[in-house]
């Protein structure tokens, strides 16, 4: 898939190790309970790789057009942890922090959505995020997904004294 700026395609080899650098950034982790190891970054491309095995659609990594670097990801993941709002497709992005402020994050996820709603004839999709990601609730916000307060939650993943407990969760419908 491709947007004006970018590509958004399976996983490569070389991917993995950006993904891990990125991955060990406090900056760039700072909304996650940890930063990753280059092991624990690698089963990650390894998962995102099994779920488009499975659904044939999932987390895109993303390559600027112009350049061919690898900044991230950006698609649909299939959440099924114990909340009341699950199981769901959502849709969610991480980028490499050279990339932040570009836009980049909106515009993969536009056509993320797009492919949801068009190809994969999802009806809806959710995003969460800790309650203090500003960054991304604009994001969402601008995806044109909606939040109410009284689904926000307490990540059942996440300690009880975790500054990132409390979560925020934003829909978006298909727009018939």
Same mark, same amino acid.
């Given at each position: ?9 399976? %996983? ?11 991955? #060990? ?5 700072? +909304? ?18 099994? #779920? ?23 698609? &649909?993941? %299939? ?20 990339? %932040?402020? +570009?836009?980049? #994050?909106?515009?993969? #996820? ?7 709603? $068009? ?9 969460? $995020? ?24 307490? +990540? ?8 990132? &407990? ?11």
């Amino acid at each position: 898939m491709e947007t004006e700026r970018l590509i958004m395609r399976r %996983w490569r080899d070389e991917d993995r190790e950006p993904f891990a650098a990125m991955n #060990a950034d406090p900056e760039v982790m700072e +909304h996650f309970p940890a930063t990753l190891t280059r092991s624990q970054s690698d089963t990650m491309v390894d998962k995102i790789e099994q #779920a488009f095995d499975e659904y044939g659609y999932g987390l895109w990594a993303l390559e600027v057009r112009e350049s061919g670097r690898f900044i991230g990801f950006a698609g &649909l993941i %299939w959440q099924t942890f114990d909340a009341p709002f699950l199981p769901a497709w959502e849709i969610g992005w991480r980028l490499a922090r050279p990339a %932040w402020g +570009h836009g980049y #994050a909106t515009e993969a #996820a536009r056509r993320a959505v797009e492919y949801a709603f $068009t190809e994969a004839g999802l009806d809806g999709l959710i995003s969460m $995020t800790a309650e203090r990601n500003l960054r991304s609730r604009a994001v969402m916000e601008r995806l044109g997904m909606t939040r109410d307060p009284a689904e926000d939650f307490d +990540h059942p993943r996440l300690p009880k004294d975790s500054p990132l &407990l409390r979560h925020v969760l934003y829909r978006l419908g298909r727009t018939r």
